[in-house]
């Protein structure tokens, strides 16, 4: 299958500061990425989809100002996540798709494992 | 998205087939069925889609009901690096709402 890569797979951080993730299609072009975070035993919650060339739509109750998306291009989007507090502490991932809408399916990244301390 | 509903837990012996059910009973006429697999400590793996027809690919079968208000994953053999959670999903196939939200899936456990 396509491969997504996301990076970095861990990272410890210091509250009150910045941690920037990216994720990028290896050998497709994404039209639309989504991004998740993941509490412990608890299913994926979306928190965004951003789709080439548009402002990322954000779930209801996620801080847009908080966590920056950009979809910079077809095989690049970052996730930036600012003033970090240790309630952020998550699995956050990455998802592509080559093509608005579901007919093709998406593909995720490994994860980001994020300790703000 | 429409909702799927899952069974929280699943068992099964290994190399025994699997059969994991999803229902979707407020189906749209565009919306695909998804099915994606997480291991633990990983991101989610695509596992198989389709639309009406049953779907086969080295992973897994799909099979759709008639009425398309549930659909089956057939695991034909299971082994231990199977055992996972279970992600069934609507997603609209039509470019308007493009979003992909997952449920609570179907944990499976599989014994030796």
């Known amino acids: 299958g396509a491969v997504v890569s996301q990076h970095p797979s861990r990272v410890i951080c210091k509250s009150g500061t910045s941690v920037k993730i990216e994720c990028r299609s290896l050998?497709?072009?994404?039209?639309?990425m989504f991004w998740y975070r993941q509490f412990p035993k608890q299913s994926l919650m979306l928190m965004a989809t951003s789709n080439e060339g548009s402002k990322a739509t954000y779930e209801q109750g996620v801080e847009k100002d908080k966590f920056l998306i950009n979809h910079a291009s077809l095989t690049l989007s970052t996730l930036t996540v600012t003033s970090a507090h240790p309630e952020d502490s998550s699995f956050y991932i990455c998802?592509?798709?080559?093509?608005?809408?579901?007919?093709?399916?998406?593909?995720f990244g490994q994860g980001t494992r994020l300790t703000v301390v | 998205d429409a909702k799927t509903t899952q069974p929280n837990s699943m068992e099964s012996n290994e190399e025994e087939p699997v059969h994991l059910p999803c229902n979707h009973s407020t189906i749209s006429g565009t919306d695909y069925i998804h099915w994606y697999r997480q291991l633990p400590s990983q991101g989610p793996e695509y596992v198989i889609h389709g639309l009406t027809s049953n779907v086969n690919n080295r992973m897994a079968s799909l099979a759709i009901a008639e009425d398309r208000k549930s659909s089956t994953l057939i695991l034909h053999r299971a082994t231990l690096r199977d055992a996972a959670v279970y992600y069934c999903i609507l997603r609209d196939g039509g470019l308007g709402n493009n979003d992909m939200r997952f449920g609570a899936g179907t944990r499976l456990t599989v014994k030796p």
């Open positions: 050998d497709f072009q994404a039209t639309t």
């Open positions: 998802s592509a798709s080559s093509t608005r809408g579901s007919r093709s399916e998406a593909f």
